[in-house]
């Protein structure tokens, strides 16, 4: 079974910065697509990342520039680093596992960003 942890969320100003981690267990990390995601209540779930298994990466065009995801196999670990926060970013931060058979979720972790 597969647990990611996500970890780093709090509040912080217009244009502060944060970074998410998305702690993994077990080996099945460094063998899969991983990615950030992001639901405002109400909302549906939408892309912020991607990272694949030899570092291509993908983003959605609203926080292109801005945010920048990694990911370190050695520590099973994949991170998120947010600069130029905006209010818009405001909501909660969930990373996922793409698996051949399954997708598995984080607890998610909140963001908040005041003007």
């Known amino acids: 079974q597969v647990q990611l942890v996500e970890s780093g969320g709090g509040l912080v100003q217009a244009g502060g910065s944060l970074r998410l981690s998305c702690a993994a267990s077990?080996?099945?990390?460094?063998?899969?697509?991983m990615g950030w995601y992001r639901q405002a209540p109400g909302k549906q779930r939408e892309l912020v990342a991607t990272i694949t298994t030899d570092g291509k990466t993908n983003y959605a065009d609203s926080v292109k520039g801005r945010f920048t995801v990694s990911r370190d196999n050695a520590k099973n670990t994949m991170y998120l680093q947010m600069n130029s926060l905006k209010p818009e970013d405001t909501t909660v931060y969930y990373c996922n596992l793409v698996t051949a058979f399954t997708t598995y979720w984080g607890q998610g972790t909140q963001v908040t960003v005041s003007s």
């Open positions: 077990g080996s099945i990390f460094r063998l899969n697509t």
